[in-house]
């Protein structure tokens, strides 16, 4: 198809470059410079899809990021779903295809590259339009170090879509002379969308190549930016605002300033004969380029009673208004009010601008509602911020210039310099201002007046949410789902506001905005994820010891973000056969595990023992120096958190072991306390989980192991208790060894420079090798201690779980006046003697090991559903201390159903088992102490 909609010449596409693309199968041609929707319409194509509820046929509505109704699937280079077809940047070999609001990913890896960068300015400014281009100048002249960012391939803002050649120079030469600037970074095609506070300001940056299309997949794609600024100057422009009448939603009903703009900027003529439709000023300009353009201008429909009645020989309708747009898949008639009908093929609106206050919003900026504009602007904001141009309400585009340097000035004085000017922006044209009337809604058939084109909401769906009682724009949006679509209410946003203000009765005013929430514009989870994905999502981290472990044939588990070594395989084992063995060494000779991942925190100075003693549930500050204590942390609610020891080097500091998973989180937890609830503590928490690499050294043999790496220590039960620390010379090596135990033997944890590990683990086995010393992984170790009751944070609890629940009443202080969780232990709920308590359970047939997982009921015949659920287990392994399969579980009432049965329904079979203790293995704890 022939670009018969394209003007002979003009735009500021480049016509000696000619770009061929395929949309919904078709073929077409368009110019580097185009978008996909400006391309379309030069071919003659304005419908794009149709909507996502109703199915009614839906077409270019606007010509940038507020873009209601063209969205598209790329399908080529690379599959990219829910892009609008008005920033898509036309680029050789495209292929897309209309979407109804869903898309689909690609089912293959995305070959293109994202990344991120960070960046510190003085002075950031959003937008690159007049206002914007003012403001960096001004900022940048005062010796400020500026970042301007802007979502146009090149500096203008406004002024891309007219042709004022003097204004259009005058960006190209300011923008000019910041690239040359450099204390300036120029960021285009770069789209602010995140707004936090402390001006931290994120952005995505579609990357390009050399021809200035958009970049094709196996290159760097997008970036992510997160900037930090002393002061943001927003001039991110306003959106034109449409207004509900029948039939709006139909292709060829188009914004009047995203018409000029497909004149000027694309040299497009958006179609042959148009109605121009307008309740302000601004609708002229674009009629009279369309006008230009060669597009028939049929009328011009002012609601304003006073506008004149002719206008460059088009009829001026003054006072009246559209009743509807009449057509099947797009606009073929316009009726007015009076009822005279206009043939057309465009209807071009325009019912005033809204400033684009998303990202002032974001951040705290209070709106308040100007009765002269008819739309919300900006009234204060608690950030070093100022608004600029037309994102603060000051039109026509000559008036942003004076807005735009006091807001540079502003910015330039506020970082310490002072301020320069920058050269005057050239007069532009201004016809005399009439005052803007404001409509919201027509009269006429309300299931037809769409407020939201993309979430296909009529004013007959807020009447029904004003109707059901709703008086709050928040609730009506939430009903209606008007605004949460992928333009996050661009043009319906201000609209459902005004339409529920008419519907109630009540000043718009009063009534107010939805909340603007970021993204201010779709962003790709490929962008944010940037290059955090794949074998980079999450990472990979390893102890010291990790080649040794592979060397030997290890099999590894993921433990959070650790390989940990799982099991040591020998020939012909399995893993139940592995395991076994592993057991039966520790219980009977001496065994040795690389325990390095356990979270490993130095809390340190005056306050330490405070705050400890707030966040553990058993008193810490009594810990003698030497001494180890083995502590629980609760939440707020009473339930379990983490566990682990603690062990006092000093009189200020103490080292805190958390669960291998739960240390980021313990330490974050901590920082959360000290930060926000207890400012006042003189406290230090700093990781140093590798900075430690810890051997367990376990078994009734381990003393004698331990004796002859270390000749110079006391290693007999006197000289050497049970859960105490000795700093000390372990072969040769300077280490901290301490008396703990996670299996109910003799065992020590021998802790050394991350350096020293490789070295400490060889000594440690050479020196074991005359008894028999194993190597043991994971699994060996999660059986040892299930055999003892020792639970596991996460697999045995389920966070509903508190210390009573699990039979660790012990550890919770009567003592201390309060801590963390404390307040809960005594709510109603928390002491219900029916709570889920930590059991053990052992199979009647000795030989069923039960799935981790299972439920648990206590009828043996099973009842039709719902059948109510005892509890579930927790943890199940075979175990070769005991000769058979055991469990823990979590059952109601645990504690006061020893010794009954219960049933885990496995299949069609019910499998009968038995409550015991959880404390299956040496329950008297003799073996402890060798």
Known sequence: MSQEF?????????????????????????????????????????????SIKLGRPRGIFAAGVEEPNALVQVEEPFPEPMLTATTVELYDGLVARGLPGQGRLANEPDPARYDAMHAHCDVLVVGAGPAGLAAASVAAASGARVVLVDDQPEPGGSLLGTRETGALDWAASVAADLRANPEVRLLTRTTAFGYYDDNYVIAVERRTNHLGAAAPAHLSRERIWRIRARHVVLATGAHERSLAFDGNDLPGVMLAGAARTYVNRYGVRPGRRAVVFTTNDSAYAAAADLLDAGVEIAAIVDARPDANPQWRGVEVLAGHTIARARGEDRVAAVVLDDGREFAADLLLVSAGWNPAGALYSQVGGRLRFDADLGAFRPDGCRQA????GAANGTYPVVGCLAEGTAAGQK??????????????????????????????????????QFVDLQRDVTVADIRRATGAGMRSVEHVKRYTTAGTAHDQGKTSGTLTSGVVAHLLGVDVGDLGTTTFRPPYAPVSFAALAGRDRGALHDPVRVTALHSWHEAHGALFENVGQWKRPWYYPQAGEDLHAAVRRECRAVREGVGMMDASTLGKIDVQGPDAAVLLDRLYTNLISTLKVGAIR?????????????DGTVIRL??????????????????DWMEDFLQTEWPDLRVRCTSVTEQWATVALVGPRSREVLGALAPHLPVDNADFPFMTWRDTSVAGLPARVCRISFSGELAYELNVSWWDALA????VYAAGEPFGITTYGTETMHV????????????????????????????????????????????AENARPDRKHLVGLLPDDGATLLPEGAHLVEMETLPEPPVPMLGHVTSSYHSAALGRPFALALIRGGRDRMGERVYAPLGEALVPVTITSPVLYDPEGTRRDG
């Open 630 to 642: 083995y502590g629980v942390m609760c939440r707020a609610d009473g339930m379990v958190f983490d």
């Open 650 to 667: 000093a009189s200020d500091r103490f080292l805190v072991t958390t669960t291998t998973g739960n240390a980021a989180a313990v330490l």
């Open 411 to 448: 910015a330039a004085e506020a970082t310490g310099f002072t301020a320069g000017q920058v050269r005057p922006l050239p007069t532009i044209d201004e016809r005399p201002a009439t005052p803007p009337v404001h409509l919201w809604a027509l009269p006429g058939d309300e299931a037809t």
């Open 385 to 388: 911020v100022e608004v600029a």
């Open 6 to 50: 394209r003007t002979t010449s003009g735009g500021r596409i480049d016509r000696d470059q000619a770009v061929r693309f395929r949309f919904g199968g078709r073929d077409y041609e368009g110019y580097a410079g185009d978008t996909l929707a400006s391309a379309l319409l030069a071919n003659g194509v304005i419908q794009t899809s149709t």
């Open 784 to 827: 040892l201690r299930a055999e003892k009751g020792y639970p596991i944070i996460g697999q045995d609890t389920d966070g509903t779980v508190t210390p009573q629940d699990l039979g660790m009443d012990w550890v919770v202080s009567k003592k201390k006046p309060d801590f963390v969780g404390k307040r809960s232990f005594a709510r």
């Open 760 to 763: 400490l683990w060889e000594a």
